[in-house]
């Protein structure tokens, strides 16, 4: 498959088990920067591993506020040198005056395990006028519990290196509609957006996002910016995430893992029995 064959590095590794070591091979996760130009000039560089580039771009453009239609996007390119790998260059073109130049000017740059640095701020979310998303979407804890097996079930990448990220979209249903993989959360968040964008399905108000890992701020105002009412994750979320979720009133779920989660905000969607 040549998505995976993109994300994967075969390499030769020393192996010690219970005394006596061996030479064998090992799958890594591929990681390589990604430059996004808009309009000829620099964006931002993010570390990310290979594969669904143009919907990587194009997320990160709407999950940072950059673009507010898809229609805004001219232009969307990636070259291919002459064996056809894709390069590491994605070119945007946008219509004049889709955002104010001074945007050129902040200087995203994207490390693979931390979000976009400098924007983590509440108040740069209230700036940006996002709405909570769907108040009337609701899912059982039943299918919240069987969705981190459903997730890890179709992790291709993960199951080749045990070391990547996945974003995952599901519906009220439980059911995956889609999930991508990446060794920086946040740029499997922005995969699954953009592909989402680019297929006209946003707002994403009847689903739940799952990701592995933490639940942290990025991947929180993220799924806001997309209009996803609801995300989970298998590990725990940072407090400036749980102050975002509440006051915007996303769901958030973390440590769901087998039987039991904790809710912290948003439990209102959740269709909880009380006692």
Known sequence: MPALRNSVELTQVIEWEDGHSKRVEDYLAAEEP?????????????????????????????????????????????????TGAKSNRIEVELQEGAFEPVEMQRNFFAASSCGICGKASIEAIRNRGLHAPNREFRISPEILCALPDRLRGQQQVFGRTGGMHAAALFNAEGELI?????IGRHNAVDKVVGWALLAGLLPLAQHVLMVSGRGGFEIVQKAIAAGIPAVASVSAPSSLAVKLARELNLTLVGFLRGRRFIIYAGHERCLLSTR
């Open 178 to 182: 889609q999930l991508r993989e990446d």
């Open 34 to 82: 990604l430059e996004i130009r808009v309009d000829g000039r620099p964006l931002t560089v993010t570390m990310r591993t290979p594969g669904d580039d143009r919907e990587l771009a194009v997320g990160f453009l709407w999950t940072e506020g950059l673009i507010e239609a898809l229609e805004q996007i001219v232009t969307l390119g990636q070259d291919e040198s002459e």
